[in-house]
T-cell receptor, first 114, second 117 residues
């Protein structure tokens, strides 16, 4: 059973650019959630995907968007990058979308916007 | 109001001693889950323990136990026999159902635990 993987590990972008982060869910998990963790803070929920559709979103602007593919892998896209987007981006997979249950996190992608 | 409150920004514990990390939560959803995660300096969020709101007994996983007091809305993590490798940030988190059926997990601000030899 493979765990959650993310790529790339680190990324440096310039303000105004666009970025795509990737996540591969744990085997058998059909739900993926994305989180933003700024330095010194807890992760903040961005959105969740279940069966290729977004079924929940936190307080993030539309320039944060995502995709989930039939194999349950996922992408997080951020357009028009701002300096405050610098953070660790975590994805988490889980088996059940609609109820409380364990979420397993990937190692994260550290994004730096200059 | 904060959904998850961790009042201890930092804690020290002697190696081999037990330590309790505090967490209180706020929700009106009767069905929710409570988690503890460990985040070492590498950044990866490591799942430690889970407690469902309807679980009658406190969850235990090896040296980790969750002291669940539903009426007080607290979910403290107890680490027994601390080891140097336990030094890390610890996050308490809660999952709730939202309209549309999705599960949102809210994290606290974390407690930095340092184990002293």
């Amino acid at each position: 059973e493979t765990g959650v993987t993310q790529s790339p590990t680190h990324l440096i972008k310039t303000r105004g650019q666009q970025v795509t982060l990737r996540c591969s869910s744990q085997s058998g998990h059909n739900t993926v959630s994305w989180y933003q963790q700024a330095l010194g803070q807890g992760p903040q929920f961005i959105f969740q995907y279940y069966r290729e559709e977004e079924n929940g979103r936190g307080n993030f602007p539309p320039r944060f968007s995502g995709l989930q593919f039939p194999n349950y892998s996922s992408e997080l896209n951020v357009n028009a990058l701002e300096l405050d987007d610098s953070a660790l981006y975590l994805c988490a997979s889980s088996l059940v979308a609609g109820g409380p249950g364990e979420q397993y996190f990937g190692p994260g992608t550290r994004l730096t916007v200059t | 109001a904060q959904k998850i409150t961790q009042t201890q920004p930092g804690m020290f514990v002697q190696e081999k001693e037990a330590v309790t990390l505090d967490c209180t939560y706020d929700t009106s959803d009767p069905s929710y889950g409570l988690f503890w995660y460990k985040q070492p300096s590498s950044g990866e969020m490591i799942f430690l323990i889970y407690q469902g709101s309807y679980d009658q007994q406190n969850a235990t996983e090896g040296r980790y136990s969750l002291n669940f007091q539903k009426a007080r809305k607290s979910a403290n993590l107890v680490i027994s026999a601390s080891q140097l490798g336990d030094s890390a940030m610890y996050f308490c988190a809660m999952s709730e159902r939202y309209s549309g059926g999705y599960q949102k997990v809210t994290f606290g601000t974390g407690t930095k635990l340092q184990v002293i030899p």
